[in-house]
């Protein structure tokens, strides 16, 4: 049953409606079927923002469902709730991809955590012959990655995590990312066709998904660059300036957004919040 929510619960103070759920406090879910959240959100929740029993909150699961949910009670050193209304978010309705060389840690964490507010659907940590080598450890830096893009993910009111793959060769980008219509690289070479003149001719094919590689500092090798455009990458200039290479792949990502947005795209993201007994 589709409701309006001008009440969500008689308990607590406060009276909280569904124009008002997007600025509630976002807490990760990712087993819905839990009525606690995990430890570190329950940290946050607790002694950082100290809610209490009766107080709103606004949860989501990264993969499209979001739930309005009351605090019930503190249990040990976790939050228990119970859920009051949910809505299920459609999928973002553009695919964008950025193949990012391996850069240094904070680069590459910033980098994370701006494409994920900037809607990116899908990351490809690249390994390159110039990269940041980190194939020692490269769990743990995915699993921060991940909490990265929760983070932002919290902070930009995102409803789906973009996916963020294991790191690939460069030599097996192509057959990683073959189901993009239209994959670019970011290119130095004066060859190169400048990224607003080449777009426009492709459009249709990356309204159905585009990629950008971006390579690491230093570029593309040229034994690289050639073997990515055999793979059926086209190279574009990004700027008439030489940009760092997490900047290079932020501007791709923004563009894309910019140009691939339609009109009513925000609308059918939203969904409609039900009752939930």
């Avoid at 946050?44 to 979001?66: C, P, S, Y």
């Avoid at 949910?69 to 999928?91: D, M, N, Q, W, Y």
């Avoid at 034994?223 to 990004?238: D, I, K, M, Y």
Wanted: aromatic share 8%; hydrophobic share 40%.
């Amino acid at each position: 049953m589709n409701v309006v929510l001008p009440v969500l619960s008689s308990v607590g103070p406060s009276k909280t409606t569904k124009e008002e759920a997007p600025s509630m406090e976002r807490y990760y879910l990712p087993r819905p079927e839990e009525d606690l959240l995990g430890p570190q959100e329950s940290d946050h929740a607790l002694r950082v923002m100290r809610r209490r029993a009766g107080d709103r909150i606004l949860l989501f699961d990264g993969a499209g469902t979001e739930w309005i949910a009351e605090v019930t009670r503190r249990s040990g050193r976790r939050l228990s709730f119970r859920k009051i209304a949910e809505r299920k978010v459609a999928p973002p309705p553009r695919k964008i991809g950025i193949a990012q060389a391996l850069l240094k840690a904070k680069a590459m964490d910033l980098f994370v955590q701006k494409a994920t507010e900037l809607g990116v659907t899908e990351i490809f940590p690249v390994l390159c012959a110039r990269s940041v080598a980190w194939r020692e450890g490269i769990e743990h830096k995915q699993a921060r990655w991940i909490e990265i893009t929760v983070a932002a993910a919290k902070q930009s009111g995102r409803a789906w995590l973009p996916t963020i793959h294991s790191p690939v060769e460069i030599g097996d980008l192509d057959q990683e990312t073959s189901s993009y219509p239209l994959r670019l690289f970011g290119s130095l070479q004066e060859s190169a066709p400048p990224l607003r003149a080449l777009f426009p001719l492709h459009r249709e094919a990356a309204q159905r998904g585009v990629l950008s590689l971006i390579g690491p500092e230093g570029d593309l090798t040229p034994v690289e660059r050639t073997l990515v455009e055999e793979g059926g990458f086209f190279p574009v200039s990004l700027s008439p300036t030489i940009l760092r290479s997490e900047t290079a792949a932020l501007f791709c990502a923004a563009v894309f957004l910019y140009e691939m947005s339609g009109e009513r795209d925000e609308e059918r993201e939203k969904g409609v919040w039900q009752e939930k007994f």
